[in-house]
């Protein structure tokens, strides 16, 4: 049982690519998170999901965009990579049966743009 | 929209001290406030939570405690210990509502 999983753990990119994270569950969790994590500024939420095929924009949503084909899989995408999307990327996941449930976070994505 | 301050962005202790981090939401309609505990490059996890109906809770050495007269909630480490060194954050969600809004976090340091 190998929890949540992130890939990749570093990436360094330049102004102007893209890329894709994968975040991956084994939980059997219905709801899905994207946040990032800044210096001071604690987490915030940038898309979320709560169930297969669903999304939501969350606080900070501008610039990326996802995707929740299977139940297990969230991805995060940038399209067009910016110097200030420059963070630590944490995927959560909960169970779905309420909102006030723990949250179980992959190990995180040191994302640095150029 | 909900906003949460967290007080102080650092403390530092004494071992077998106590800690306390405050924590304060502007949403009267928040009514779940969680803690996390960020131990240096790992994942947050979760060491206690409350909902809007209960005063106090406790878990060993962890408590929190929650007014909701004057929107305000603290954690509570007593006895600290060197593994509770770490960054706390807290947050507060209003009913209904997927979205967290978290605390910009205390970096708890326990000196030996």
């Known amino acids: 049982n190998a929890g949540v999983t992130q890939t990749p753990k570093f990436r360094v990119l330049k102004t102007g690519q893209s890329m894709t994270l994968l975040c991956a569950q084994d939980?059997?969790?219905?709801?899905m998170y994207w946040y990032r994590q800044d210096p001071g500024m604690g987490l915030r939420l940038i898309h979320y999901s709560v169930g297969e095929g669903t999304t939501a924009k969350g606080e900070v949503p501008d610039g990326y965009n996802v995707s929740r084909l299977k139940k297990q899989n969230f991805l995060l995408g940038l399209e067009s990579a910016a110097p200030s999307q420059t963070s630590v990327y944490f995927c959560?996941?909960?169970?779905?049966?309420?909102?006030?449930?723990?949250?179980?976070f992959g190990s995180g994505t040191q994302l640095s743009v150029l | 929209g909900e906003n949460v301050e967290q007080h102080p962005s650092t403390l530092s202790v004494q071992e077998g001290d106590s800690a306390v981090i405050k924590c304060t939401y502007s949403d009267s309609a928040s009514n779940y406030f969680p803690w996390y505990k960020q131990e240096l490059g790992k994942r947050p996890q979760l060491i206690i939570d409350i909902r809007s109906n209960v005063g106090e809770k406790k878990d060993q050495r962890i408590a929190v405690t929650l007014n909701k007269t004057a929107k305000h909630f603290s954690l509570h480490i007593t006895e600290t210990q060197p593994e509770d060194s770490a960054v706390y954050f807290c947050a507060a969600r209003k009913g209904g509502n997927y979205q967290l809004i978290w605390g910009a976090g205390t970096k708890l340091i326990i000196k030996p």
């Open positions: 959560a996941s909960s169970r779905g049966q309420s909102t006030n449930e723990k949250l179980f």
């Open positions: 939980m059997n969790h219905e709801y």
